[in-house]
């Protein structure tokens, strides 16, 4: 599931698609990503979705818009919400504190 997850960035799974793909349930897959990662499922996919975005605008020279849609946010706003949520800087801004 973890692997999954970092190569399927722009994809929205739900619970249930990510247990079926393993061959177990919710109940199991929650149970054991916890133990093996100390997160939640949903946790490391969103920090992995902000790390790479971060890496995107600093290493890439994308838009925001080209951020956003890499890391599967429908809305930029959305995304540039939850980046700032996860860094404390719009990424807009990221690139001048440099």
């Known amino acids: 599931v973890r692997e999954f997850l970092l190569k399927n960035m722009d ?9 079926h793909l393993v061959g177990t349930n919710e ?9 093996l990662f100390g997160t939640t499922v949903f946790g490391f996919w969103h920090d992995a979705k ?19 849609d890499l890391v599967g946010y429908k809305n930029q706003r959305h995304f540039s919400d939850a980046f ?15």
């Open 11 to 19: 994809t929205n799974s739900t619970l249930v698609n990510l247990a």
């Open 27 to 35: 109940f199991t897959l929650k149970k054991g990503f916890k133990e």
């Open 50 to 68: 902000m790390e790479h975005a971060k890496k995107l605008i600093l290493d890439e020279d994308r838009t925001i818009g080209e951020v956003s």
């Open 84 to 98: 700032k949520r996860k860094f404390g800087i719009p990424p807009s801004k990221l690139k001048n504190t440099l």
